[in-house]
């Protein structure tokens, strides 16, 4: 992705801000939020398949997938 960037700079040329047209800056928002969701799913599986490695470990009674998901 291309942007189109301005920077803006104190007398002594030290950078103080960016500025980028309104349209990048959302292009941009999007793709973050797409980004935080991937991230998440990336998140919530490795969590799913920690707890599925303690199930399977763990000695017991365990619970069907059917079963679970009757009780939803």
Do not use: R
């Not at 040329?13 to 349209?23: E, H, R």
């Not at 303690?54 to 069907?64: A, D, E, F, R």
């Amino acid at each position: 992705m291309k942007l189109a960037l301005q920077y803006l700079s104190d007398t002594s040329g030290k950078t103080l801000a960016v500025q980028l047209p309104f349209t990048d800056w959302e292009k941009l928002l999007n793709k973050l939020s797409k980004y935080e969701q991937a991230l998440q799913l990336k998140s919530d599986l490795i969590e799913a398949y920690k707890q599925a490695t303690i199930l399977k470990n763990s000695k017991g009674q365990k619970q069907t997938l059917k079963e679970f998901l009757n009780e939803i």
